[in-house]
C-alpha cells in the first residue's frame, strides 16, 4: 500500500484522514505501507510524513522506515 499526501497548512488533508478512519482497522494489520508527501518550501511535507506515520502504526501496518518528503 502506498499513501502519498500534498501537505495543506502543515497537515494532510481530510480525505487522506477519512480513508483509514472509515475502514475497519483489520483491513491495514500487518500490510507494509510507504509514506510519500509533496509540498513547496524546505520542508517538503514533512508535517505530513509524522501524521501519516503516526496513524499507520496506530493500525499496526508495517511502515517502511524510509520516507520520501518532495519539494
Known amino acids: 500500500m502506498q499513501r502519498a499526501s500534498p501537505e495543506y497548512q502543515g497537515g494532510m488533508p481530510g480525505a487522506i484522514k477519512n480513508a483509514p478512519d472509515f475502514l475497519d482497522s483489520s483491513y491495514f494489520a500487518r500490510k507494509p505501507v510507504a509514506l510519500v508527501s509533496a509540498a513547496g518550501g524546505g520542508r517538503g511535507g514533512i508535517h505530513t510524513l509524522h501524521q501519516m506515520r503516526t496513524i499507520m502504526q496506530a493500525l499496526c ?8 518528503p518532495l519539494l
Open 61 to 68: 501496518t508495517t511502515t517502511i522506515a524510509w520516507q520520501l
